[in-house]
């Protein structure tokens, strides 16, 4: 079973695609990243908003990203990534992310953007508290 701090998570289901793996059907580490960052944008859909749309002149770009491996993943493997917002400030938004398959956890990583207003130069700026309210509503669901 899912550990009680998985519980209250938003999870987003997904299966390990031939083109993520390297020579020996195991998933390129890269691709930890890309979930997470399917998972997020998943996340801001769940909560009714995109992440980023044609033509806005706000964006979140990456300030920084980690990911601890425990277990690997193979071709076909269905698994989740678990998102929660984990830390927020006035202009950064960070999400801890537990990726799992079944009960066996395939690894931890952390993901902290910054609420920018497009330039040049990029410019950070405040996040309007809706967005946090939504996001953090869509991730207790």
């Not at 083109?19 to 580490?29: C, K, L, Y």
């Not at 997020?40 to 909560?47: F, K, M, S």
């Not at 678990?82 to 395939?106: M, P």
């Not at 690894?107 to 207003?117: A, L, N």
Request: hydrophobic share 40%; charged share 25%; glycine share 6%.
């Amino acid at each position: 079973m899912f550990s009680d701090t998985l519980s209250d998570g938003f999870r987003y289901a997904r299966q390990v695609q031939f083109g993520e793996t390297d020579m020996a059907g195991i998933v390129h580490f890269s691709w930890m990243y890309r979930y997470m960052e399917e998972a997020e944008h998943a996340l801001w859909r769940a909560a009714g908003m995109h992440i980023a749309r044609f033509g806005e002149e706000t964006s979140w770009p990456r300030l920084s990203a980690s990911f601890d491996f425990k277990n690997p993943l193979y071709f076909e493997d269905e698994f989740e990534v678990v998102v929660k917002i984990d830390a927020v400030s006035r202009r950064t938004i960070r999400y801890a992310c537990t990726i799992v398959r079944g009960d066996t956890t395939i690894g931890t990583g952390v993901m902290t953007t910054v609420h920018v207003r497009k330039g040049p130069p990029l410019k950070a700026i405040e996040i309007p508290e809706e967005i946090v309210r939504k996001l953090t509503e869509a991730s207790q669901k």
